[in-house]
């Protein structure tokens, strides 16, 4: 059931086409407005459209879709997250490209756990593991030498 009550940026038709090629994520979260927050403050994602229901969010080339549970209530996946709080367990959304001492550093100033700090790792990469609202673990990396 959406809660909006104007009318949205986009005919979701519209929006559905205009999607490029590639992989995307949805994130379900309670409430748009948080994920939304961490996304562009922490993350610094870049947000094409939001509102109570939905929000668009452009990260690192990428489309990242956030829509609130309560979108979900005629749809299947509504059983696989009512009542949890933590999302995204064992899944780490990886951020190629992203200063991960940067992130981590905006991450510790609003209040969110870092799981792992930033880090040379011997794959080539430095990293580090963020928690984001409803627990969704992010992992902003760049190309060591690079």
Request: aromatic share 6%.
């Given at each position: 059931?959406?809660?909006?009550?104007?009318?949205?940026?986009?005919?979701?038709?519209?929006?559905?086409?205009?999607?490029?090629?590639?992989?995307?994520?949805?994130?379900?979260?309670?409430?748009?407005?948080?994920?939304?927050?961490?996304?562009r403050?922490?993350?610094?994602?870049?947000?094409?459209?939001?509102?109570?229901?939905?929000?668009?969010?452009?990260?690192?080339?990428?489309?990242?879709?956030?829509h609130?549970?309560?979108?979900?209530?005629?749809?299947?996946?509504?059983?696989?997250?009512?009542?949890?709080?933590?999302?995204?367990?064992?899944?780490?959304?990886?951020?190629?490209?992203?200063?991960?001492?940067?992130?981590?550093?905006?991450?510790?100033?609003?209040?969110?756990?870092v799981?792992?700090?930033?880090?040379?790792?011997?794959?080539?990469?430095?990293?580090?593991?963020?928690?984001?609202?409803?627990?969704?673990?992010?992992?902003?990396?760049?190309?060591?030498?690079?």
């Open positions: 059931m959406k809660k909006r009550t104007g009318t949205p940026w986009m005919d979701a038709d519209a929006f559905g086409r205009s999607l490029p090629r590639g992989v995307g994520l949805n994130l379900l979260v309670p409430e748009v407005a948080e994920m939304e927050a961490f996304c403050d922490v993350l610094g994602g870049r947000i094409v459209y939001s509102d109570v229901d939905f929000a668009v969010v452009e990260l690192l080339g990428s489309v990242l879709m956030l609130a549970d309560h979108t979900y209530l005629d749809h299947a996946m509504i059983g696989v997250i009512d009542g949890v709080e933590l999302r995204g367990l064992g899944m780490e959304i990886r951020l190629y490209g992203a200063d991960p001492d940067a992130v981590e550093a905006r991450a510790r100033a609003a209040g969110h756990t799981l792992a700090g930033s880090l040379d790792k011997p794959h080539g990469i430095r990293e580090c593991h963020v928690v984001g609202p409803h627990g969704y673990i992010f992992v902003p990396s760049l190309a060591l030498g690079v």
